[in-house]
Every structure is written in C-alpha cells, then in structure tokens.
C-alpha cells in the first residue's frame, strides 16, 4: 500500500475515533459539584506525530490545517483546533531534529513510529508536541489567564489522558514487527 | 533628475550586494527562504481570524456541526447509539406526561363564577379585551449530537429550516431550558446550550426578584445566578425560572437552588442551581418558536437605536 494511501486512512480513522468514540468519553476523575474540570482527551496530532520522516514542511503545515479544521467543523470550535495543530506541525521537523542521532534525511521512506525510533524517543517526542498542543487549545479555548491553576490542570490531566490513548492506539493498530517473526 | 539619481545610486551597485537593484528578485529569494515560516504564520492568522468571527456569534454556518456532512455522520451514530437510552427515555417521557396531566388538572378544578358579585354587561365598545403578548408553537427533535465539556457547548439536532426552525428559537428540555438556536442548515441545526460562557439567561425566584444566569465552565450540572441582594432569602431547593423577558417562555423551571454564597465585597449573594436539564442524556428537545417576538424585538430594537 502506497505511503500516500495509508496516510489517508489514518486520517479517516483518526478523525473517526475522534468524533464517534473520544468526544463523547468526558473524562472526570473525581467526585461532583466542586473540583475537577471535565475533559476530553485528544488523539487526533497523532496523525500529524506519524507522518513520514521526508515530509516538507510546507506539506505537514497543510495537514495539520486540514485535519484541525475538520475537527473544527464537528466540534464546533471554528479555528482553535487548527491553530493548535498547525503549530504542532510546524515545530515536528526541529523536535525530530533535536531528538535523533541521525540527520532526517538519512531515514528513507520511514516515518517516526515506534518501530522505527524505539518506545522511549518516541515518548518524548509524542509528549512534548501533544502537551504543547494542549497547552495552546485550552488556552485558546480559556481564552483568559485569571484562572491559571483551572487551565494548568486541565492541560495535565487531559495530555495524560491522551497520551495513554495514543499509546493504546499504536499497540492496536500498528503491526508489531517482534509478534510477525 | 533622473541622471543625478542614477549616480546617487551607482555607488552602491559596486558594494557586496549585486541584486540591490532587483527588489522583486530578492523578494522571491526572501520568500523562498522563508517559505515555511510565511505558510505557517499565514495558516495561524486565518484560524485566529476564525476564532475572532465565530466568537463574534455571526452564525458562522459553514464550519458548524449543522452542515451536511458531520450532520449525516452525527445521525449515523445517533442511530446506532439511540436504542441504548430507551429506557430512560421512556421514565423521562411518562414523568413529563404526569406533570402536564396534573397541571390541565388544575386548570379544569377551578370555577370562578361562584364569587361573582357585581355583574355588569360590557358595551360594544369597551376597551377590556384580551391582550395576548406571545404565541409559542411547539416542534419537537431529536438531539444527534451534544457536548458538555467545552467552554462553549452546542448540541445538533435533526430539524432544520425545512421544518420551520430559524435562529434565535428558544429550545427546551421535558424538564427545563436547553438553550438557543444558533445555526441552521436545511436538515439540521445547531443550539448554543445554556452550558455557555458567552451569554446570560434572564431569571426570576419564585417570588419575582430577578437575577441572571450564567455558568461557571467545567460542570455541566451547575448553573450561577447572580444579581440577587444579600437581604431575599432563598433556602436550598427553591426553584429558578425563566422570565418573559427573554426570548424563553416565561415560568419554566432553570433549576433548584443548590448552595448561597455572599460576596462580602458588595453584598451580593451567588446562588448554585442544580440545572433542571440533564444535559449529560439529552435525546428529545423541543423548539419553540414565538410567533410574535419578531415584532417584539424590531420595537424593542428601534427604541434603543432612537436614544
């Protein structure tokens, strides 16, 4: 299956998971009335985490406006869910760099999954970027700082939150090269 | 003129810079160095430009869940999700129908004519007559779609102005308030729920003090009301309801008084309303639409433009 083909699925599956299964999980992890903000965990900047090591830049920061605006459009946020990713987008390239031994351009036709950069690069990694998209979309979302200690655990408990879901995803959906042998 | 510029500017030709001369090449070459930084500070400005009109509230109706692809999936999933709620649908349905019952019931248990004392005949020309002031037709829809976890939440229905629905109806709960249309597209709409931090709901106790209703973001059950003096009393379990000012039919319960507090500062106490509507389960909304409040509002609109 083409590069091109696969990435498109993903998108789709993403999105969907999103919408259908994620959006309607609110997440809130103690008692009623006083405390705990209600939150939604996102895995969607997963599409944007994997996308193959020779993308230009021009190309991730147009994906990344596309698949915010699509979640834009069913969340009903018009834009901060863009903006968010956007920016996630356009800092891959300089995480990747700072993170791998190895210039980017010495991975061929390989993209920066686990398989590839092993569990604990890719932790990093995948974290940085989810909790700087996070930090962004709830501040959008806030949209004032007179609550900081509400926005900060927001932010924390939802990247926790997502970043468990997208390592779940990665075990259910990419092969796992050490079971094929 | 021209001659003495051109050697003004000759010297300067010699330096280090030979495309000086050329400032739409080098225009190019700055663009195309700067290429990704350019796209990406464009794409961030177009999603703050967005941001800016969605929150202007001008019913921005293309990037809404009311349009037709995101509807068609919402309804997809509804249709899929809808069984499982049956059940207490059906509670919730046969609770509504016992409180409509017992308030027709009281309507026909009243006869008024015993205490007449004085009768007088009305001339044909007398001024008491019947005043109406609202006249409300009720719809009734499903709900495809709801949030309750962002600052701003929006349900999708599956009525859209193919059955009448516009913006700026009033939508209802069997229980209590829901919210606003905000939206509509030809099969679906979309609602501002009362969960919102933009706008407030005019709110009266039972005994007529009115306040307003906000929400405090992060709990979908708890709503504020606020404006009311430190000196009216309210205990726990007073009900809130909507007042004729707003464009809600007046007298419907927005929730029962949870918790007072008072602010020190000016005297003012702040009432938590458990919210009459679970918004956590919605599945049937009505909307209701006042036939006349567009003559009410260009009246009340033209006033204020007068001052």
Redesign the interface.
């Known amino acids: 299956m083409s590069d091109l083909l696969k990435n498109f699925f993903r998108f789709c599956i993403v999105i969907l998971i999103q ?2 299964i994620l ?1 309607k999980i ?1 997440l809130r992890w103690w008692s ?2 006083t405390g705990f ?4 965990p996102y895995i969607y900047p997963l599409f944007i985490l994997l996308l193959p090591f020779e993308t230009p ?2 190309a991730l ?2 994906t ?2 596309a698949l ?2 699509t979640m ?9 869910h ?2 968010a990713t ?2 996630i987008a ?1 800092l891959r390239t300089n995480v990747l760099n700072a993170l791998l031994p190895k210039n980017l351009s010495e991975y061929p036709n390989q993209s920066p999954g686990v398989k590839n950069i092993g569990w604990m690069p890719f932790l990093v990694y995948s974290s940085f970027l989810i909790v700087l998209h996070h930090a962004v979309f709830f501040s ?4 004032s700082f007179s609550n900081f200690g ?1 926005l900060l655990l ?1 932010i924390l408990a939802s990247s926790i939150t997502s970043l468990l879901f997208v390592i779940a995803y990665l075990l259910l959906f990419t092969r796992q090269t050490a079971l094929r042998s | 003129m021209q001659v003495t510029l051109f050697f003004l500017y000759k010297p300067f030709n010699f330096s280090a810079k030979p495309n000086r001369k050329k400032p739409l090449r080098n225009f190019i070459l700055f663009v195309r160095r700067f290429f990704n930084l350019i796209l990406f500070l464009a794409l961030e400005i177009v999603c703050f430009v967005l941001i800016a009109r969605t929150n202007m509230l001008q019913g921005n109706d293309v990037l809404s869940s009311a349009n037709a692809v995101s509807g068609i999936i919402y309804k997809k999933r509804e249709d899929v999700v809808y069984y499982f709620g049956l059940k207490r649908l059906n509670d919730s349905l046969i609770s509504e129908n016992i409180r409509l019952r017992s308030a027709l019931a009281a309507y026909g248990s009243y006869d008024t004519f015993r205490d007449e004392v004085v009768r007088r005949p009305l001339e044909g020309n007398d001024s008491v007559k019947v005043v109406q002031y609202a006249n409300y037709i009720y719809r009734q829809a499903r709900v495809i779609n709801n949030s309750v976890t962002s600052e701003n939440n929006y349900i999708t229905i599956n009525r859209g102005s193919d059955d009448g629905i516009r913006r700026k109806m009033a939508v209802l709960s069997g229980t209590g308030v829901v919210g606003e249309v905000i939206s509509v597209s030809s099969h679906y709409a979309s609602i501002l729920s009362v969960l919102n931090v933009k706008r407030k709901l005019s709110a009266k106790l039972k005994d007529g003090t009115m306040g307003s209703v906000m929400w405090e973001e992060g709990r979908p059950d708890v709503l504020i009301l606020e404006d009311i003096p430190k000196e009216i009393k309210v205990f726990r379990g007073d009900s809130v309801f909507t007042t004729s000012y707003s464009f809600f039919p007046a007298n419907l319960l927005i929730g029962t008084v949870e918790r007072r507090r008072i602010n020190k500062k000016n005297n003012i106490q702040i009432l938590y309303l458990k919210s009459a509507t679970n918004f956590r389960n919605l599945q049937y909304v009505y909307v209701v639409e006042n036939t006349m409040l567009d003559e009410r509002t260009r009246l009340e609109d033209s006033t204020t433009k007068d001052k």
Do not use: S
């Not at chain 1, 903000?37 to 939604?40: N, T």
């Not at chain 1, 834009?72 to 901060?80: K, Q």
């Open positions: 919408v259908l959006n609110t009623q009335p903000p209600v939150f939604i830049v021009w920061l147009l990344g406006f915010g605006l834009d459009v069913f969340m009903n946020t018009a834009g901060m863009a903006c956007v920016l356009y959008i979302e806030l949209w509400y927001k």
